[in-house]
T-cell receptor, first 115, second 115 residues
Framework: AQSVTQLDSQVPVFEEAPVELRCNYS??????LFWYVQYPNQGLQLLLK??????LVKGINGFEAEFNKSQTSFHLRKPSVHISDTAEYFC?????????????FGKGTKLSVKP | EAGVAQSPRYKIIEKRQSVAFWCNPI?????LYWYQQILGQGPKLLIQ????????DSQLPKDRFSAERLKGVDSTLKIQPAKLEDSAVYLC?????????????FGPGTRLTVL
């Protein structure tokens, strides 16, 4: 069965600094990978997803992520964060290849951007 | 385009009482999901509907939880009787076809507190 590990539960960073939120997954078959953001008292919103092709995926709000099959990682990056990026970020995995498998979420990383 | 609607937004009940949550997905979306998000964890799938049929309810505690989507549009999730450990945010999501590559769109959630 597939699983997702988000290595940091909290990441504090200063405004305009770069940030990387780490995600590792475990699966013996091909997967699709997703990053979602959750602002306080709101539902989850898709930032980006990797389905196939280029391993560098660009998403909304200036975020990007890189799929690394050999390291089974899908880290999320932003070169310069804003106060408004303060939120909780979830990495998720779903089985690929036409499977009907569920979306499995990590425990989340709380990004706190300080002025 | 209207998003996924959920009500109520907040609910406080005592243990052993019953409670129901309502979800209206994005118009035209065939697939509807209910997730449970316990504080400090990522969302966990409870049940998935394709139109008005159940695709996956393997993680639904069927002795106390039930869900229906009678006309293939809106859905209700019920807990009867509630336990303290049911305190969580209940998220509803929908997607166009339910394919693994599809984006899931989330509602704002219902925060349930069981006292």
């Amino acid at each position: 069965a597939q699983s997702v590990t988000q290595l940091d539960s909290q990441v504090p960073v200063f405004e305009e600094a770069p940030v990387e939120l780490r995600c590792n997954y475990s699966s013996s078959v091909s997967v699709y990978l997703f990053w979602y953001v959750q602002y306080p008292n709101q539902g989850l919103q898709l930032l980006l997803k990797y389905l196939s092709g280029s391993t560098l995926v660009k998403g909304i709000n200036g975020f990007e992520a890189e799929f690394n099959k050999s390291q089974t990682s899908f880290h999320l990056r932003k070169p310069s964060v804003h106060i408004s990026d303060t939120a909780e970020y979830f990495c998720a995995v779903r089985l690929g290849g036409g499977s009907q498998g569920n979306l499995i979420f990590g425990k989340g990383t709380k990004l706190s951007v300080k002025p | 385009e209207a998003g996924v609607a959920q009500s109520p937004r907040y609910k406080i009940i005592e243990k052993r009482q019953s409670v129901a949550f309502w979800c209206n997905p994005i118009s035209g979306h065939a697939t509807l999901y209910w997730y449970q998000q316990i504080l400090g964890q990522g969302p966990k799938l409870l049940i998935q509907f394709q139109n008005n049929g159940v695709v996956d309810d393997s993680q639904l505690p069927k002795d106390r939880f039930s869900a229906e989507r009678l006309k293939g549009v809106d859905s209700t999730l019920k807990i009867q009787p509630a336990k303290l450990e049911d305190s969580a945010v209940y998220l509803c999501a929908s997607s166009f076809r339910g394919f693994a590559t599809d984006t899931q769109y989330f509602g704002p959630g219902t925060r349930l507190t069981v006292l």
